[in-house]
């Protein structure tokens, strides 16, 4: 059985994940912004840009106007989101790999207590019955 503040735990990351989905435009992977600035006479103009390569692909690139545009910040934010998705989607895998890891382990506890105490093993690992409580009974 998985310690109910670990399944706790995946509930939260997960709805987590899903609030970051509802609050707005998820960027896709492989883009990010850059800033370019260009000289006209005495005055520079900088410029952000949204670059996107998948794999294997070139880069292309939109203009988003200058910093703190609308568009700007709609992209800043969507990079934002995945980013944060990204690392909780991490989180969530290693906590899924801490709850199997339980698991496993209360199946093994439970193998060893069936064959040591004799009893028959075809419903091992299956049975509703509390390892911690026939663990103690022993």
């Known amino acids: 059985m998985p310690e109910s503040f670990l399944v706790l735990e995946r509930e939260r990351l997960t709805r987590l994940i899903q609030q970051l989905h509802d609050s707005g435009e998820v960027a896709p992977p492989y ?5 370019t600035s260009s000289k006209k006479g005495t005055k520079t103009y900088t410029y952000v840009i949204l670059v996107t390569q998948p794999p294997e692909c070139k880069p292309k690139s939109h203009s988003l106007g200058r910093p703190g545009s609308a568009r ?3 992209w800043r934010q969507a990079i934002a989101r995945r980013e944060a998705i990204v690392e909780l989607e991490q989180q969530l895998t290693m906590l899924e790999v801490l709850i199997e ?9 439970h193998l060893l207590v ?3 105490t004799g009893q028959p093993g075809e419903n091992i690992g299956m049975t509703s019955v509390d390892p911690e409580a026939e ?4």
């Open 101 to 109: 890891r339980q698991l496993r382990t209360w199946q093994d506890i």
């Open 72 to 74: 700007h910040c709609h």
């Open 135 to 138: 663990f103690a009974a022993h």
């Open 114 to 116: 069936a064959f040591s």
């Open 31 to 35: 883009c990010w912004l850059t800033e």
